[in-house]
């Protein structure tokens, strides 16, 4: 089993909806990481959180430490929002890297 | 800032050719990794180095060699490429390890036939 489990791996919205992406680990950890890899393959680091919640703009990352698990919704997607996006989690007591989700695709059509 | 940059972009070798992935960053980032991607997976880490003259082995470290003489240049070198090297290759810099956010390079598309 990995350490880090993302659900859906496919995922496909019409625009305006909301999106949610989920992401489980089996370890304790320090940080959790939410990325986007673009179409063209690029990778930016959407949050970096480790309590509570963040947001930014159309995008929330929750994180809940006791069951493990920590969502990314999109709010309004558009289709510029298509990519893979990607759950990392820092292994606490770990070195210093971080383990990756698979990822989770999303599709959102106009 | 030109961020963390990668050379080449593209390139494709041939079975038991060696070749070096050259990442750069300017933003006086300690911590910098190479990581691999495979279709239909998770990135994978290569190496890892936490400052100039430290590195250590991620998860598979095998038929590749790094060296970090300087904080903005970490070189991955491939002997002997093998198909299974066939992959993307991303570079990416941290200012404080897995405690804070992680900048990646544009990636290489290598191809080993």
């Known amino acids: 089993k990995n350490e880090v489990e993302q659900s859906p791996q496919n995922l496909t919205a019409q625009e305006g909806e909301f999106i949610t992406i989920n992401c489980s680990y089996s370890?304790?950890?320090?940080?959790l990481h939410w990325l986007q890899q673009h179409p063209g393959g690029g990778i930016v680091s959407l949050f970096m959180l480790s309590s509570g919640k963040k947001k930014h703009g159309r995008l929330i990352a929750t994180i809940n430490i006791q069951e493990k698990h920590s969502s990314l919704h999109i709010t309004a997607s558009h289709p510029r929002d298509s990519a893979v996006y990607i759950c990392?989690?820092?292994?606490?007591?770990?070195?210093?890297?971080?383990?990756f989700g698979k990822g989770t695709k999303l599709t959102v059509n106009p | 800032n030109a961020g963390v940059t990668q050379t080449p972009k593209f390139r494709i070798l041939k079975i038991g050719q060696s070749m070096t992935l050259q990442c750069t960053q300017d933003m006086n980032h300690n911590y910098m990794y190479w990581y691999r991607q495979d279709p239909g997976m998770g990135l994978k880490l290569i190496y890892y180095?936490?400052?100039?003259?430290?590195?250590d082995k991620g998860e598979v470290p095998n038929g590749y060699n790094v060296s970090r003489s300087t904080t903005e240049d970490f070189p991955l070198r491939l002997e002997l490429a093998a198909p299974s090297q066939t992959s993307v290759y991303f570079c990416a810099s941290s200012y404080r390890g897995q405690g804070s956010e992680q900048y990646f390079g544009p990636g290489t598309r290598l191809t080993v036939t």
């Open positions: 370890v304790g950890i320090s940080a």
């Open positions: 990392a989690v820092g292994v606490r007591g770990g070195s210093e890297k971080l383990v």
């Open positions: 180095s936490v400052g100039a003259g430290i590195t």
